[in-house]
C-alpha cells in the first residue's frame, strides 16, 4: 500500500525530496533504537528522544534484520 501511495504521489508531481527526507528520517529513528534492550524511557532519554518515539520505533522494526536496515538506509541516501 505503501509503495502504492508512494507511487501514485509522484506521478501527481509531488515533490520527492521531502518524501525521501520523511523515510530517511524514519530509518534513522529505527537505526537508533534497533538492537537495544533498553527499557523505552532509559533508552528515550540516552538518545534524546520520547518514549513514545522508542516504542513506534521498536514496532517499526518488526520484520527488519540489521542487514535490510543498512540496505534501506543506502538506499535512501543515493
Do not use: N
Not at 528515550?44 to 538506509?73: C, N, P, Y
Request: aromatic content about 2%.
Amino acid at each position: 500500500d505503501a509503495l502504492i501511495t508512494l507511487r501514485h504521489a509522484l506521478a501527481s508531481g509531488a515533490d520527492p525530496v521531502p518524501m525521501v527526507a520523511a523515510i530517511a528520517s524514519k530509518l534513522r529513528t529505527m537505526a537508533r533504537v534497533a538492537g537495544s534492550r533498553e527499557p523505552s524511557g532509559a533508552l528515550a532519554a540516552r538518545i534524546g528522544m520520547k518514549d513514545w518515539q522508542v516504542d513506534r520505533a521498536r514496532r517499526d522494526l518488526a520484520g527488519w534484520t540489521e542487514s535490510s536496515l543498512g540496505i534501506a538506509i543506502q538506499a535512501a541516501a543515493r
